[in-house]
């Protein structure tokens, strides 16, 4: 079985985007990120610190704005208003899950379609399902897609199918899938047999968040797996929607943690400078 790592995807973005930063500092222009939190979520905390690593490897700026957990929807709406406005800022990256009494869509729909790097707005998402090259996807749907690109896979001819079904990831990626020309079935955790919508499956990528439940007996021989989802164990460690030791023969699969998730955050990088050179082609 190959090991799907994400490392090298990430590097290769990188090192890819450094020739790309250089000539937009050659013009003056600093990609500049700026990350908005409401309250202190651990998930949120991690992974704005990994943005933060990556964003300051690749000589880009990133602006921390934090709200209380106690924030207002106009409060926060009115931040997002804001740094749409500011010409200084290129992308906004909005950390979720929000406190439950905000409204995620709301919010994301402050942000300029220009500078929505994460792809969170409605008008990002319907970009995405209508393969509109000009919008940027969620980082994490990109992600799968990147990691499959350097790893060879083709698309056309192909049949994926898509495990989970959320506006981050599932729906997302089932989009780029198609846009790929492959045929996609997209199921999810309430779907009765999981073993039958991956039966044909060329492809299989879960994000359903349900540690264990893919194996031997759902996945088809020769398929590969990208598994996004990232649970916890009661160790505390962490682990996918797959059992990695009871995968039989399938071909590939990424392991969690260092597959997907090594990605995101170079697919982040990747998404603000582009939004930075749209932003300053009128140099």
Known sequence: MIELKGKPVADALMSALSVRVQALADRGVTPQLAIVEVGDDSA????????????????????????????????????????????????????????????????????????????????????????NPGVFAPCTADAVIRLLNHYGFEYRGS?????????????????????????????????????????????????????????QEVLPSGCWLVDVSCNSREDGSMAGDAVWDRLGDIAAATPVPGGVGAVTTAVLAEHLVSAAERQNAHF
């Open 44 to 131: 949120n905390r991690w992974y704005r610190q990994a943005a933060i690593r990556r964003l300051e490897a690749a000589h880009c700026k990133v602006a921390v704005i934090s709200l209380s957990d106690k924030a207002t929807q106009p409060e926060l709406n009115e931040t997002l208003d804001r740094l749409s406005a500011d010409d200084q800022i290129h992308g906004i990256l909005l950390l979720r899950p929000l406190p439950a009494h905000l409204d995620e869509q709301e919010a994301a729909d402050h942000a300029s379609a220009l500078k929505d790097v994460d792809g969170m707005s409605d008008a990002s998402l319907a970009g995405v399902f209508l393969g």
């Open 159 to 215: 049949r994926a199918s898509v495990l989970g079904r959320s506006a981050v990831v599932g729906r997302p990626v089932a989009s780029l899938l198609l846009a790929r020309d492959a045929t996609v079935t997209q199921a999810h955790s309430k779907t009765p047999s999981l073993k039958d919508a991956c039966s044909q499956a060329d492809l299989v990528v879960s994000a359903m968040g349900v540690l264990g439940a893919l194996d």
